[in-house]
């Protein structure tokens, strides 16, 4: 829905596992006929065969290879999308602090309108997993005042991202 309205330019995600949710982006882009989107996604290992070599992978994806929290790549990916509408979707590493990491880090490619999108605020199943209170630090400090929670992702109740709908205001 996020990307159908914000029509992104660019779609930074962090945590490439194997590629398939990179794929899932792609052909959503591609659904959505915007062909000249792309989408830049992060992790620490190349993803997938499968993945990689998808065509529509091919149109739309680039796998970096890296540390989602790494300020030279992070500068690299903000330099790409510049001016660009940009959608941010987190979802490598989980802990606190690496999730306040890269909200402070990627917080700033986001326009106006658009989202940060925190994977796994939902803790439940996971206690390891402290996205839910990384986005409440982060909302508390200056760079965070600019988003604001949008609750109405969730109307449908069901989402394992409670609270990590972010909006730039």
């Not at 300020?71 to 940009?86: D, E, M, N, Y």
């Not at 490619?109 to 839910?132: A, F």
């Not at 449908?156 to 991202?161: D, I, P, S």
């Amino acid at each position: 829905q996020i990307l159908y309205e914000v029509h992104p330019e660019f779609v930074v995600a962090t945590g490439t596992g194997a590629g398939g949710f990179a794929v899932y982006l792609a052909q959503t882009l591609d659904g959505l006929s915007l062909p000249n989107s792309r989408i830049l996604t992060i992790g620490k290992a190349g993803p997938a065969p499968e993945a990689s070599n998808y065509f529509l992978s091919k149109k739309y994806v680039e796998y970096l290879r890296g540390d989602s929290i790494d300020p030279a790549l992070a500068s690299t990916i903000a330099s790409r999308v510049k001016g660009r509408k940009t959608v941010v979707i987190l979802d490598s590493d989980h802990t606190q602090e690496h999730v306040v990491q890269e909200l402070r880090l990627y917080a700033p490619l986001v326009n106006s309108g658009s989202y940060i999108i925190v994977q796994d605020t939902e803790s439940v199943q996971d206690p390891s997993q402290e996205s839910y209170e990384a986005v409440r630090q982060f909302l508390n400090e200056e760079a965070g005042s600019q988003f604001e929670m949008d609750p109405t992702r969730e109307m449908a109740v069901f989402t394992l991202n409670p609270g990590g709908w972010l909006r730039r205001k």
